[in-house]
């Protein structure tokens, strides 16, 4: 997952929740984009650890679900639980 990625200070959501957020984790944006947690899991349960300094991956909405299904992991893709995939990095297939 070399492609596009950024890093963001998040501070915790609520303090006794730990970790507030996992290597995984999808967020939408306020637009069309997508962003995929790809900080450690260990520097996510330690916030602290990494200054509350996290990395994300950016995506896009992929269009065809059918398409998504044929290419499966070859394709950088996410199937979100509301029907969605998501393609990370800038090209489309």
Known sequence: MNVFYNAVSVKSLNSEDIPNLNFGDV??????DYYLCITALCD??????????????KGKEFPDVETALR??????????PNNKVVQWGMQRL
Do not use: R, V
Request: aromatic residues 26%.
């Open 27 to 32: 967020f939408q944006g306020s637009g069309e």
């Open 44 to 57: 996510c349960y330690y916030p602290n650890k990494i200054e509350s300094n996290f990395y994300f991956a």
């Open 71 to 80: 290419l499966g992991d070859t394709a950088f893709l996410s199937f979100l």
